[in-house]
DNA sequence: GTTAGTGCAAATCGTTTGCACGGTT
DNA sequence: AACCGTGCAAACGATTTGCACTAAC
């Protein structure tokens, strides 16, 4: 799904959030955040760390940097996680159309959609329940096009 | 969500099924299904032990069966679960209307709704993707009423 | 200089596995 | 008797935490 928003703008809309929470900025929260920008898609947390390695091996970086900040990123709603049972989650950037997915069991891979109606009847329902929707989620497991075909 | 199907015709598919696949009908296992039909609700594999572990002192049981268990239950649709990111899986019972659920994340209780608009869009969609549904999860987080009530 | 952030390694949590013994068929 | 299921404890993988050090403010 495509970024709706510069990178600029969200570098900016963080720094601002930081400083509202007395937090301070960092390379290494920089990065992160620049590196769930640019690639587009669904990334482990081990995903993002390797990727940042790569890219960057002059900085240090550790493993419970990139939980620690996944979690804050997560909580101001700049990332979104989908979870996989035990086999822990995948998060994505944050700031763009609300969509869900649609996840293969044998290969992983993640495809995502929208829907208009959908969206409508969650708000509906949460009204219903008295219940204050923070986030939603719909995930549809099964296996995808390409492994139907491999068989 | 009321139970659609009596008990001694739950067990006796089960018995079935243990049968067909050349599986054996224990004690463990007959206690780990009646727990989860009797007692309506959401359930982690650790609740499920530690109310067996009370309700039935006399029997062997170890952590590792409960899991084996429900591992099986839910391969052959009579339980279900629901995950929550990294905290693990809730089972319930399944062999009842398919719902989605609503998550309050300051307490963990979680309610059941059923909307059948939501339940064809998705088939809808996974036709249009070519996607072979497995299953298919809707999961709405936030507070629910009585949480916000507390402040 | 003060405070928050970091890497590292150890700890924790939920879950799985290897194995020898016990129960079901 | 044959084979599967079990408990136990050790192993595991993902995530979290305590701590001394470092960087941002």
């Known amino acids: 799904m495509t970024n709706t928003i510069a990178y600029d703008e969200v570098l900016q809309n963080f720094k601002t959030l930081l400083k509202l929470n007395n937090l301070k900025y ?10 769930i920008y640019d690639n587009d898609g669904h990334f482990t947390p081990e995903d993002i760390y390797n990727l940042i390695k790569e890219s960057h091996p002059e900085v240090k970086l550790g493993i419970a940097t990139v939980y620690r900040t996944l979690t804050l990123l997560e909580d101001e709603n700049i990332v979104n996680s989908i979870s996989f049972g035990t086999q822990g989650k995948k998060y994505e ?49 099964g296996t995808c096009s390409a492994c139907q075909a491999k068989g």
Chains 1, 2 share one sequence.
């Not at 960092?26 to 955040?33: D, G, H, M, P, S």
């Not at 649609?102 to 329902?125: A, H, M, S, T």
Request: proline residues 0%; glycine residues 4%; charged residues 30%.
């Open 26 to 35: 960092t390379t290494q929260r920089e990065l992160i955040l620049k590196i």
């Open 93 to 141: 950037f944050g700031i763009t159309n609300h969509h869900d997915h649609l996840v293969c069991l044998k290969c992983g891979n993640i495809e995502e959609f929208y829907d208009e109606l959908i969206e409508e009847r969650q708000e509906e329902i949460a009204k219903k329940f008295n219940f204050k929707m923070s986030n939603h989620v719909m995930k549809i497991t």
